[in-house]
């Protein structure tokens, strides 16, 4: 199968979101080939044009999920189960679009109580899985990005194909083995240099790799030292500001079917980003970070501004907020099951008693932002970050 041919079904069934499979037949039938999976008469066929088949044998699909036919089941390469209901798409990559809410592959088992913290007798239940498989990029490029902060790297290694289809391959967080130790520029050159140096080895190439500094890391003194040092490598560092994080957060953890229908945010440090498209176009609002609470403000002043921006967002884009940053990772981890792409974070009131003044002040920026827009589905995506997004921006 040709790369056009996949792009052409990721469209196809893109435009058959929350339609009944009909219409992805009359999208598809003007290309001629395009083929995708479907339920018809009970039964899991391939669809070309208005041509059914009916299946029977498993087929392996390019993002590593697994259709199992007799079963009406997609089995994730998460290892999770996904029953297909009869107006769900199931697109020649694998990509699954959902046309109306899940239904469970078996009886649920009682949820499962996971701790808040240590030491903490609050609990709080394992929330809905969220079931959407992003599209597998189909050959494709390495790229990588770094991005810097004052006390070490958040590095991505990223897979991207002509249509902008993208799998994360490698991530390092908070590496800091630069940085250690290192009391000269030359220090500094020799620590970067071993550091690119595993990214080349890897099999990014010496142009594909950029380096990004998010707007609370860059009047750091030791990211000065950095960029000066990379500059002199011949690298370029590319600063962005708050707006620029939000718009590139936006492209890389919002998926494309919820791209009119959804916001992100971006809760960092030193700011948040609030963002959403209109009309095609992003708008970012931001607002303060996690960090406030070394600015000696109160949390009401704080969760005043965050719920005046989040109020910004259009209502009909308020059902699911995909968020990202330090924070969300850390309430994700406390209710992630196995190795899922995304986590369902629970209501605000069930991260009441975390611990840790940064994670405190997080969690009254998400109550803020939950109780000014209504959204009952937060959902953190494992693999994004904004500079990802940055990536997918480069030519």
Known sequence: MTTRLLFAGLLAGLCAWGQPTHSLAQTSSRRGQTYWYSIQNNVVVQKTGATAKPL???????NGSLLKPLDRLVVLASGEEILLGNDDVLTASGELIRAQKPEPAASPAPAKAVAVAPNSPATVAA???FGYVPAAPVGGKLKGVVELGASGFNSFIVRIDPQRNWKLEKA?????????NMATDDDIRRGLKAYI???????VGGRDIYFVVSSGA??????????????????????????????????????PAYADKAFLVDMGSANTKIAWQAQGKPVVANTYGSKYYQQALPDSKVAADV???????????RKTCFI????????????RQGQEQFTVLRAPADYAQVEGAKLKAGVTIYRALAEATGCQ???FGWDTNFTIGYLLSQP
């Open 127 to 129: 929330p809905a899985k």
């Open 56 to 62: 029977k044998d498993e087929i392996k699909l390019p």
């Open 377 to 379: 589905q937060f959902v």
């Open 307 to 317: 719920a005046a921006k989040a109020s910004q967002v259009p209502t009909t884009q």
């Open 197 to 203: 140096g595993k990214m080349l080895d890897y099999g």
């Open 218 to 255: 860059a009047t750091a003194e030791g990211t000065k030292h950095i960029i000066e040092s990379l500059k002199a490598l011949n690298y370029v560092v590319h600063l962005v500001t708050p707006e620029q994080e939000g718009t590139f957060g936006l492209r890389a953890a919002v998926p």
């Open 324 to 335: 990202i940053g330090g924070v969300p990772y850390e309430l994700a981890k406390i209710v």
């Open 172 to 180: 390092e967080f908070g590496n800091s083995l630069v940085l250690e």
